[in-house]
Nanobody, 116 residues
Framework: QVQLVESGGGLVQPGGSLRLSCAAS????????MGWHRQAPGKQRELVAA???????QYADSVKGRFTISRDNAKNTVYLQMNSLKPEDTAVYYC??????????WGQGTLVTVSS
């Protein structure tokens, strides 16, 4: 069983910053990729950013230049630094981990609200 514990969400004003963290624990032999998805009210869940074991990263066009994903392999933790936040970034953010080949796990979600 794999557990993902997310933290860092909250309320922030437009233009502000937040840092999300997600720590994976449990029966993991090797992690292939870690990432963040988000789901806004009435919209489908979408990929925000991902980082693979080799360090390559992928970002949604809407967050390029504003968000940075990073990873601490020793701690099985992934971070999402979000800068210049916009109201349209408001969503529940979910951590996702691909591990041991074909398995994946999801966090419980953390709410990010960008509003003045």
């Amino acid at each position: 069983q794999v557990q993902l514990v997310e933290s860092g969400g909250g309320l922030v004003q437009p233009g502000g910053s937040l840092r999300l963290s997600c720590a994976a624990s449990g029966a993991i032999f090797s992690i292939n990729a870690m990432g963040w998805h988000r789901q806004a009210p009435g919209k489908q869940r979408e990929l925000v950013a991902a980082i693979r074991s080799g360090g390559s990263t992928q970002y949604a066009d809407s967050v390029k230049g504003r968000f940075t994903i990073s990873r601490d392999n020793a701690k099985n933790t992934v971070y999402l630094q979000m800068n210049s936040l916009k109201p349209e970034d408001t969503a529940v953010y979910y951590c996702n981990v691909e591990y041991d080949g074909l398995l994946d796990a999801w966090g419980q979600g953390t709410l990010v609200t960008v509003s003045s």
